[in-house]
C-alpha cells in the first residue's frame, strides 16, 4: 500500500507565491473583485490534479497575504518596482506576468519582513523560471535585489 507524503511546509509556501502570482493575473485580466478571485483559488483550485498528478496545496494564509497585501499597497510597490527598472524599462511595459511576479516579490521584500530576502528573491525566480524560458529571471533576480538592497540594507546577502 503506498502513502502518500504530506508536502513539506517549504513545498507548499513555493506553490502559495505561484498562485498568488497567477491570482494577481487574474485580477489584472479579467476585474474580478479581490476578495472573489482569493476564495475561488482557496476553494476551488488549491488541491487540484493537473494531467493526473496531484498538486501541492498552497499555504492559504500566505498566499492571501501576498495577493491582498500587494493589491492593497500597490501604489508603493509599484513605486519599488519602477524604481529598481533598468532605465530602458518601464512597469507599465512590462509583461503583465512578469510585472504581476516582481509585485508580489516586492510586496514580500516590503511586508514579508521574517522571510530573509535571499530566500524572497529565489522564490521568485522560481516562480519566474515556471513562465519563461529567456532572461526575464535574471531580470526578476536584478529588480528584487535591488529593492532588498533598499528596504533592508542591513540584512546579509547570499553567496
Request: negative net charge; contains cysteine; hydrophobic residues 45%.
Amino acid at each position: 500500500m503506498a502513502t502518500t507524503q504530506k508536502p513539506s511546509a517549504k513545498a507548499r509556501r513555493s506553490a502559495a507565491r505561484l498562485a498568488a502570482v497567477q491570482a494577481l493575473y487574474q485580477l489584472e485580466q479579467s476585474g474580478t473583485p479581490l476578495d472573489k478571485v482569493i476564495a475561488e483559488f482557496v476553494h476551488h483550485r488549491f488541491g487540484e490534479e493537473v494531467e493526473g498528478e496531484a498538486m501541492v496545496e498552497p499555504d492559504a494564509p500566505l498566499f492571501g497575504d501576498i495577493v491582498r497585501g500587494t493589491r492593497v499597497r500597490s501604489e508603493e510597490v509599484d513605486a519599488l518596482v519602477t524604481g529598481a527598472l533598468d532605465s530602458q524599462f518601464s512597469l507599465a511595459r512590462l509583461d503583465l506576468l512578469l510585472r504581476c511576479v516582481m509585485q508580489a516579490g516586492a510586496w514580500e521584500l516590503l511586508a514579508n519582513l521574517h522571510v530573509p530576502a535571499p530566500i524572497v528573491i529565489s522564490e521568485y525566480v522560481n516562480v519566474t523560471r515556471a513562465f519563461f524560458g529567456g532572461k526575464e529571471p535574471a531580470m526578476v533576480n536584478a529588480v528584487l535585489d535591488r529593492i532588498a538592497r533598499e528596504r533592508r540594507p542591513d540584512e546579509p546577502r547570499a553567496g
